[in-house]
Every structure is written in structure tokens, then in C-alpha cells.
């Protein structure tokens, strides 16, 4: 299951450093992946939508591994001051499917 940031973000900006796949943006910013540009309104290459957002950060499903691979526990929730870093029920994923994506990111180079 990926990660996503609910609307109670403060704009800390304090996640995004820490995720090991850089599938945290800021707010109105446009998100990357193998080399394409994607903004407001763009469906990510999975179909995911709707996870964009142009006031607070945002996670994008087809980047967040929940940090397996990296580490124990998804680190953008381990650092968020305001506890706004959730698993997100509408991409609920196994453990099988989050590695493979991390191999898949670590192939094309994030
Ligand atoms: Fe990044 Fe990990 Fe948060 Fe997913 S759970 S957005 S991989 S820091």
C-alpha cells in the first residue's frame, strides 16, 4: 500500500528529504518518472489519480515502496509532526509488489 498526505499537512516540508525513492512533492510542483514531466491532471503511467496536489505535499503511488527495501517503517510518517503520512486505501499493495517496484526504481534511477 502506498503512503499518502491528507489534507491536515502543514507544509512542514520535513518528509520530503527523507523518502528514499523522491516520490514526495510540494505542492503545485510537478513530479517526475523515467525522464517524463507530469502535473495536475496527468494519470500516473500505473492509472493512478487523483493524488496530486497543488497546496500541500503530495506522494505519488507509483514511486512509494513504504520504504521496503529501505527501512522498517515509511519514513515520511516517522518524521511528519502533525501525523499526516497514511496508508493510502486506495492503493493497497503487498509486500511482493512494493519490492518489485523498488527494484524497478532502482533500475530507471529514480
Ligand atoms: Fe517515500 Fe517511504 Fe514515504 Fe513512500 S513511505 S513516500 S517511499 S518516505
Redesign the pocket.
Known sequence: M??YITEECINCGA?EP???????YEGGVNWELEGKNYGEGNAAPSGAEGFYSADFFY??PD??????G??DE????AVCPVDC?LPDPKHVEDEATLLKRKDYLDQIGR
Open positions: 502506498a503512503i518528509c527523507e523518502c528514499p525513492n523522491t516520490a514526495i506522494i505519488v514511486k512509494c515502496t513504504e520504504c521496503k529501505f527501512h515509511p519514513q515520511c510518517a503520512c
